[in-house]
């Protein structure tokens, strides 16, 4: 079975500083892996998402994220956080053998203090 | 073109009442998907869709919930009998049939039980 740990449901960071956001994740077979963002009062949209190939994975907005199959992880990183970052977060895998059903993490709400 | 639209966006209903709520996905998409999420909290699977079969129906909360997906296309969501814990954004997506594929979300009907 699949699932989706998102370590902190809220953190606080300073504006320039770096945003980190953790996902674990479990998966019997090669996960795909995703980060989806919420903006307040908007749908999720996609940030990124990791199939196969490079484990550095760039999306929009100056985010990324790494794939560590060792440790399970597929952490959201942003070297300097800006106010227009503030948002749900929440990370989803998803394998083939789970047709086509994806599992997401139960979110992490980003601050940002001027 | 379009995106995944969802109808209505507001609904307020009484205790007790029927409610449909309606998806249609972005055309070409075989998967459909239906989420719940309550006030400051992740996303609650409800039920998936591939083509017009349900073959994960396992977070559908009572039997008061059931959806049904006609023509490979619109989906409706229908609550009966509702109830204040009913209250809750009832998101909608959709993907290709691969489950590398994102889902792309609508925007969600609030639905406000009182």
Excluded at chain 1, 60 to 82: D, M, Q, R, V
Aim: proline share 4%.
């Amino acid at each position: 079975a699949q699932s989706v740990t998102q370590l902190g449901s809220h953190v606080s960071v300073s504006e320039g500083a770096l945003v980190l956001l953790r996902c674990n994740y479990s998966s019997s077979v090669p996960p795909y892996l995703f980060w989806y963002v919420q903006y307040p009062n908007q749908g999720l949209q996609l940030l990124l998402k990791y199939t196969t190939g490079a484990t550095l994975v760039k999306g929009i907005n100056g985010f990324e994220a790494e794939f560590k199959k060792s440790e399970t992880s597929f952490h959201l990183t942003k070297p300097s956080a800006h106010m227009s970052d503030a948002a749900e977060y929440f990370c989803a895998v998803s394998s083939s053998n789970t047709g086509n059903q994806f599992y997401f993490g139960t979110g992490t709400s980003l601050t940002v203090i001027p | 073109g379009a995106g995944v639209s969802q109808s209505p966006s507001n609904k307020v209903t009484e205790k007790g009442k029927d409610v449909e709520l309606r998806c249609d996905p972005i055309s070409g998409h075989t998967a459909l998907y239906w989420y719940r999420q309550r006030l400051g909290q992740g996303l609650e699977f409800l039920i998936y869709f591939q083509g017009n079969s349900a073959p994960d129906k396992s977070g559908l909360p009572s039997d008061r919930f059931s959806a049904e997906r006609t023509g490979e296309s619109v989906s409706t969501l229908t609550i009966q009998r509702t109830q204040q814990e009913d209250s809750a954004v009832y998101l909608c997506a959709s993907s290709l049939e691969q489950y590398a594929n994102e889902q792309f979300f609508g925007p969600g009907t609030r639905l406000t039980v009182l």
